[in-house]
């Protein structure tokens, strides 16, 4: 015989999931039609330098082609000091909605953290989207300089050992490590001479104060042109579309030598999936266009465009190798 009780208990049971069930249907579908609708108003790319850098023109080209892409206003902010890490630190903190992005540069996410305490983790604080563009770094030296390319660079510093500088844009500074791991590997002697910035470095190579220095393309191209130093060495992979006479330190004699830097689209950790692969997409599609490409070369930039999960590699792999280039210069690693 059925309890009666029972029944009324099950009934009541029933009643109060269905009431539940209810009552969530309206906030699960919200949230997914938040989703859905995304982007639904402007959103953020913070840029960590003052306008007019490469990290800015960067930044401004790709926010003009996303907002025709996804039909909203990408709105660059440039959040400049304290080299990057105020910019880099607001978008940590910043809610993951999908409306706040950073154009990352490569030494704020691989350098500055491994010989600097930052409030932000790259791993853990940020969700790679999509690299836009590379630079690699071209090694120039003086006109002075009785050598014609890197064999012969190598063995004239050979025969002055703690006699010849290399100059840098900064103790720390790409062009600094990449300097260092080029003179550890070739088991140089030589002095490292820091400067503020790569201008007054470049200056001190044309007028002879130092033998060496790792640069950007568009700093030593029209110096090389018109004959004041010399450029003998990339340090990307292969060979740049911009100078393409120049040989590749890797085929020079020292292969897997390579160090570039790089700019790419970050969100703060949280931001939907689902919006990290539109974003991600988009650019991909950008930089597939000779428009955006021929953009990029003008300011010395080579196009990329990858996946999340490469960025994330790309991300592992310099932040172990800009890991050990600190410890070899004795910079201090916190």
Request: proline content about 7%; hydrophobic content about 40%; overall charge positive.
């Amino acid at each position: 015989m059925t309890n009666p009780l029972n029944v009324k208990r099950n009934t009541i049971k029933t009643l109060t999931k269905s009431l539940t069930l209810a009552a969530l249907a309206p906030i699960a579908h919200t949230a997914y039609s938040q989703s859905e609708s995304w982007p639904s108003r402007p959103i953020k790319l913070i840029v960590p330098f003052a306008p007019g850098g490469n990290t800015d023109s960067i930044a401004r080209i790709t926010a003009e082609k996303l907002s025709k892409l996804i039909d909203q206003p990408f709105i660059v902010d440039n959040k400049a000091g304290a080299n990057g890490v105020i910019a880099a630190s607001y978008v940590a903190k910043a809610v993951s909605d999908g409306y706040t992005f950073l154009m990352a540069a490569m030494p704020i996410m691989a350098i500055l953290p491994v010989i600097t305490k930052t409030s932000y983790d790259p791993i853990k604080d940020f969700s790679p989207v999509s690299i836009v563009g590379t630079n690699p770094f071209v090694l120039g030296i003086g006109k002075h300089v009785p050598a014609n390319n890197l064999k012969e660079f190598v063995q004239y510093v050979k025969s002055n050992p703690g006699k010849l500088n290399y100059a840098s844009g900064g103790s720390g500074s790409v062009s600094h490590l990449s300097a260092v791991l080029f003179v550890n590997r070739a088991g140089l002697d030589m002095t490292h001479v820091s400067y503020k910035g790569g201008a007054p470095a470049v200056a001190d190579l044309l007028g002879g104060q130092v033998e060496m220095y790792f640069g950007n393309i568009s700093e030593l191209t029209s110096h090389a042109t018109a004959g004041n130093i010399k450029m003998i060495g990339v340090s990307s992979e292969s060979r740049s579309s911009l100078i393409p006479n120049v040989p590749t330190i890797a085929e020079s004699g020292y292969p897997g030598f390579k160090t570039i830097t790089w700019n790419g689209i970050m969100a703060p950790t949280g931001t939907p999936i689902s919006v990290i692969s539109k974003v991600s997409t988009a650019i991909q599609e950008i930089v597939a266009t000779p428009d955006m490409q021929s953009r990029l070369l003008q300011i010395g930039v080579d196009y990329l465009g990858n996946t999340p999960a490469q960025f994330k590699q790309i991300l592992a792999n310099d932040i172990r190798t800009w890991s050990d280039a600190a410890k070899a210069s004795n910079l201090k690693v916190e």
